[in-house]
């Protein structure tokens, strides 16, 4: 369970070959989980992050989106949105995207990709307001297509809960 974020959310890895880290290790500092894939042996371990925060501006969720690819751009270059697909409700947006870019690591040069699910909590009382949280997972393109399947299989555990009434009164 994330305790960083106002309400439960709880989640399982695909399998065991994904081993906790901590985010700061990885060199992440928006992210409040993450979590490496053992397994593969040709320099590069594909990573899933979960980070999220309140949103209190009028950006539109495709905007939001947006802003991923913006954030990929500050380590690859070439990077563009291969597939986005809006999903969820006005209540509870969410969108599942794919983008590609080109990292460099340790000196090598890795053609990457990153799947994504962007889903928001819409305050009923404020709409305006709103709570994003972003899953991804980052690996090489050559890993994609397991990478693809176990990312899916994690986004079918993911529950966020509602907060008890007793949560609201403290």
């Not at 590069?44 to 939001?64: C, H």
């Not at 990929?72 to 949105?81: Q, R």
């Not at 995207?97 to 699910?117: I, K, P, W």
């Amino acid at each position: 369970m994330l305790e960083a974020f106002p309400f439960p959310v709880t989640f399982r890895m695909p399998n065991d070959k994904w081993v906790q880290s901590d985010p700061s290790e990885l060199g992440l500092t928006n992210a409040v989980f993450a979590a490496v894939r053992r397994g593969f042996h040709d320099g590069y371990a594909p990573v899933l992050t979960v980070s999220g925060g309140w949103r209190t501006d009028a950006a539109s969720f495709q905007e939001i989106a947006d802003e991923s690819i913006e954030v990929l751009e500050n380590d690859a270059t070439d990077v563009e949105l291969v597939k986005r697909t809006e999903v969820g409700t006005s209540h509870a947006p969410a969108i599942a995207q794919s983008l590609a870019g080109t990292a460099v690591y340790e000196g090598r040069r890795f053609d990457v990709r990153r799947f994504q699910a962007i889903a928001g909590i819409v305050d009923v009382n404020d709409p305006i307001k709103r709570f994003v949280i972003t899953y991804s997972l980052t690996c090489l393109y050559r890993q994609s297509e397991q990478m693809k399947d176990e990312f899916q299989e994690f986004m079918r555990t993911v529950e966020v809960l509602a907060s008890s009434s007793e949560d609201e009164a403290d």
